[in-house]
């Protein structure tokens, strides 16, 4: 099958098309021959060489995809050949068939065309388990989210609003700004204009986040924990400006506030499976009635994989970015 391999580690002119051999399904996994594949930071991240599979996952990128499945493993049920599917992986979506464990497979929302459906399961599982699972915002309290325009920014906002929170977003121009404020966050940031832990201050009245949800990492340790609310929670799922800062436990403490670092890709397949039918009970419902939608900024073929990695580089995206098998 035809598949995107890496020649080594680097920028985008390590991508091209090769030839791999075809999946073959465990007796706990489905096969889907895949209609489309989500684009995120982390596949960036292992082209470079800096975020390898866990063990045992295939060696090519891709996180996420939509599709019909093609062959069933012998233990699984619940999944025939021809369903149409998209599912959460820790790798080989960038792929014309994927083998995944069937708890990672997910039906497609009713009322989304199949090639949306791709852009759903990294980020409805990130969002859902880390704002709701992980940090139980609840109607009426006050949600920060960076990169409030990104594929997981958008969805970070509009699941929130459909729960009844206020939503601050920070953004990196006067369109994203617009374009998240569509979406119903009551504040958009320009970090680039403001200083947007005052702008967080000034909009809660001095009150804070009740959480954060954090792509930069130890760029805004400091100012996250200054924008905390009493019994506050950050929660860091991005190294986008570093890793390593200083903490003041001070702050936190007089806040009560908690950090929490959380990743997705090398849960077990039990706990992921857990995660989705999460997803699928309380987030699935939202699209079907329309008030919530996966934001799919724009599609390119798999030929055109480095025009992708290079969209999403540029941050010039609102939403998600996907490929077209």
Known sequence: ????????????????????????????????????????????????????PPPGAPGTIGLEVSGRISAVGAEVEGWSVGDECCALLAGGGYAEKVAVPAPQVMPVPDGLDLVSAAALPEVVATVWSNIFMTAHLKAGETLLVHGGSSGIGSMAIQLAVAHGARVLTTVGSKEKMEFCTRLGADVAINYKEAEWASV??????????DVILDIMGAKYLTDNVKSLAYDGRLVVIGMQGGARGEVDLGRLMSRRGSIIATGLR?????????????????????IAEKKVRPIVHTTFPLAEVAKAHETLEQSSQLGKVLLTI
């Open 266 to 286: 090398f849960r077990s397949v039990e706990d992921k499976g857990r995660i989705l039918a999460e997803v699928v009970g309380h987030v699935w419902p939202l």
């Open 200 to 209: 967080v201050q000034e909009a809660t009245k001095k009150a804070g986040a």
């Open 1 to 52: 099958m035809r598949a995107v391999v890496c020649e080594g580690a680097g920028g985008i002119e390590v991508l091209r098309i090769g030839e791999i051999p075809d999946p073959q399904p465990a007796v706990d996994e489905v096969v889907i021959d895949v209609v489309a594949a989500g684009v995120n930071r982390a596949d960036l991240m292992q082209r470079q060489g800096f975020y390898p």
